[in-house]
């Protein structure tokens, strides 16, 4: 038995991961689009992957950065995706691998 005081010390609150926490990305993985409410009962919609069984947001910008690359390397098997910044400034940039 497990006492709240010592639940809530290792507790860390559900938030989805970013596809730039990932190693490396299978260009074949499934994407999933869905349309969410947030803790203001407010609707967004977001674009994730599941590795692992853990869902990981894809920002619109990396999508559009994914189809240019993969215009210029159609047999693309796998990529990277980096992250500098935070916030609404933050930038993304996606690599062949």
Do not use: C, H, W
């Not at 869905?34 to 947001?57: L, P, S």
């Not at 935070?86 to 691998?97: E, F, P």
């Amino acid at each position: 038995m497990v006492s709240i005081k010592d639940f809530a010390k290792a507790y860390e609150p559900q938030q989805m991961k970013n596809i730039a926490d990932l190693e490396t990305v299978d260009s074949n993985i499934e994407i999933k689009k869905e349309t969410r409410k947030d803790q203001n009962n407010e609707e967004y919609k977001v674009m994730f992957i599941v590795v692992n069984g853990e869902e990981y947001r894809v920002p619109p910008s990396v999508v559009a950065q994914l189809k240019a690359v993969i215009e210029a390397k159609p047999d693309i098997a796998s990529f990277k995706v980096t992250r500098t910044g935070q916030g609404m400034g933050t930038k993304y940039q996606v690599i062949s691998l």
